[in-house]
């Protein structure tokens, strides 16, 4: 069955970088546009970032902007999210997701377990 | 892009029905038909329960359906089993390739 898992995760310093992996399994992965979901700790679920299947186009929410980039590698079914310029607000689990190829926007019918990012001095 | 507004809890009985609502505004609810809604249980990943306002993906009981009138979306569950016991988020596209999330709802089964 289709199954994601994440990354990369762990605890960084303010102003550096990580890069989040998500290795997809169980379906054709290059036929699905892909997501990040973040969730920071006892809150509730913000979109981050989006990507179509063959890597065309890309989206990012306004306060990752300029410092996360999501990419692909339809060849090693791996989706990623590489993060800059972390702040302590990026402190999250950080979900990677799947798009239903039947529908769009919001159609997640795929979920990681999430990797744990902790941006702390 | 603002949160969409959930109420923070919500509670029944088994075998009751609950409706939670979604409110946004016309640049997001209100203008696509792209409402989503997601169950949580503590320390899980997210589980998508509707898509499209009304859909209901495959294996996803029948007791869950979900509606939309002008810039509000609701989520009702019928016939409450104690498994329904969750955090439920509602979703909607919001225009220029963005998508935002509602704050959540607790859902109590008493």
């Known amino acids: 069955q289709a199954q994601l898992v994440e990354s990369g995760g762990g605890v960084v310093q303010p102003g550096r970088s990580l890069r989040l992996s998500c290795a997809a399994s169980?379906?054709?992965?290059?036929?699905?546009?892909m997501h990040w979901v973040r969730q920071a700790p006892g809150k509730g679920l913000e979109w981050v970032a989006g990507i179509w299947h063959d890597a065309r186009d890309r989206y990012h929410t306004d306060s990752v902007k300029g410092r996360f980039i999501i990419s692909r590698d339809n060849s090693k079914n791996t989706l990623f999210l590489q993060m800059n310029s972390l702040s302590a607000e990026d402190t999250a689990v950080y979900y990677c997701?799947?798009?239903?190829?039947?529908?769009?926007?919001?159609?997640?019918?795929?979920w990681g377990r999430g990797t744990m990012v902790t941006v702390s001095s | 892009q603002s949160a969409l507004t959930q109420p923070p809890s919500a509670s029944g009985s088994p075998g009751q029905s609950v409706t939670i609502s979604c409110t946004g505004t016309s640049s997001d609810v209100g203008g696509y038909d792209y409402v989503s809604w997601f169950q949580q249980h503590p320390g899980k990943a997210p589980k998508l329960m509707i898509y499209?306002?009304?859909q209901r993906p495959s294996g996803v009981p029948d007791r869950f359906s979900g509606s939309k009138s002008g810039n509000t979306a609701s989520l009702t569950v019928s016939g409450l089993l104690a498994e329904d016991e969750a955090d439920y988020y509602c979703?909607?596209?919001?225009?220029?390739?963005?998508?935002?999330f509602g704050g959540g709802t607790k859902l109590t089964v008493l």
């Open positions: 997701t799947r798009e239903s190829s039947t529908s769009g926007w919001g159609a997640y019918d795929v």
């Open positions: 979703s909607s596209y919001a225009g220029s390739n963005n998508l935002v």
């Open positions: 499209e306002v009304g």
């Open positions: 169980g379906f054709t992965f290059s036929a699905y546009g």
